[in-house]
């Protein structure tokens, strides 16, 4: 079973920035594309962005196109997601979300993924 760890969620003010990492420890994350999903109070989980297993594709939702930033450290078996400009409305709980797929592209669809963290807590608040 692969367990993934998410960490770097926090406060911050508006237009602040934060890097969430995604970890799988003692495990790889090759072969593997990785998502990153958010669900606020009250709303259904979104999709925000995702990496190929190869890290040449990636996809973003509209509402994050310009400042959230997806990268992925191999060597490290870690996954990033790099949010700047921050806005209220991302405030959310955000999960990382890893499914084995050898295509180069990705997508951003929940169900497609087999391997959820536990989340952690972005707020953006002043």
């Known amino acids: 079973q692969l367990q993934l760890v998410e960490s770097g969620g926090g406060l911050v003010q508006p237009g602040g920035s934060l890097k969430l990492s995604c970890a799988a420890p003692g495990k790889t994350l090759d072969f593997r594309a990785i998502g990153w999903f958010r669900q606020a109070p009250g709303k259904e989980r979104e999709g925000v962005s995702c990496?190929?297993?190869?890290?040449?594709?990636?996809d973003y939702a509209d509402s994050v196109k310009g400042r959230f930033t997806i990268s992925r450290d191999n060597a490290k078996n870690t996954v990033y997601l790099q949010m700047n400009s921050l806005k209220p409305e991302d405030t959310a709980v955000y999960f990382c979300?890893?499914?084995?797929?050898?295509?180069?592209?990705?997508?951003?669809?929940?169900?497609?993924?087999?391997?959820w963290g536990q989340g952690t807590q972005v707020t953006v608040s002043s």
């Open positions: 979300a890893a499914t084995l797929s050898v295509r180069s592209t990705c997508v951003l669809f929940a169900p497609a993924y087999n391997h």
């Open positions: 990496i190929s297993s190869g890290g040449g594709s990636t």
